[in-house]
């Protein structure tokens, strides 16, 4: 293996591994959003939505908000990094035409999409957001429900 071979592969594993660290980091936090919103929630559930609960209320909307930004954000990154990945990827390919990478990479997605037709549509990174976004529109019905 060449020199450039090898320094293709460094760079490409490097991406890789950064791309799962920020999906590491996404599922840290959402597991750290989560176990605040259940203790916020309960607290609530325990107690009533009343003015005494409302900062505990509004502190839900925000993390809900902050989860779903932060989120995306991680998102964003694991994207980057994953484009950045396959751009080493077509660098080796153009180093060693008969690697073929992109048919591989063709044939393994035919068999999945043809094993998973409609859960293949469905951006995991929007299920997660949803989740943060839920944990918000919880939080606000807690206010308007506290403030009644």
């Known amino acids: 293996m060449s020199s450039s071979d090898e320094l293709l592969i460094t760079f490409w594993e490097d991406q890789r591994r950064q791309a799962q660290r920020s999906e590491d980091q996404r599922a840290v936090f959402a597991n750290i959003v989560l176990t605040i919103s259940a203790i916020g929630f309960g607290f609530i559930a325990q107690n009533g939505a009343t003015s005494a609960t409302l900062p505990i209320s509004c502190g839900l909307v ?6 779903a930004v932060a989120s995306a954000k991680l998102h964003e990154r694991y994207r980057l990094h ?62 308007v429900v506290s403030l009644r």
Not at 62 to 67: A, P
Not at 104 to 127: M, S
């Open 62 to 67: 925000l993390l809900g908000l902050y989860g």
């Open 82 to 143: 994953m484009r950045q990945s396959a751009g080493f990827a077509v660098a080796m390919e153009e180093l060693h035409p008969g690697l073929d990478l992109e048919a591989a990479r063709r044939r393994g997605r035919d068999i999945h999409d043809k094993q998973h037709p409609w859960l293949r549509r469905i951006r995991l990174n929007l299920i997660w957001v949803s989740l943060h976004l839920s944990i918000s529109a919880g939080g606000a019905i807690l206010v």
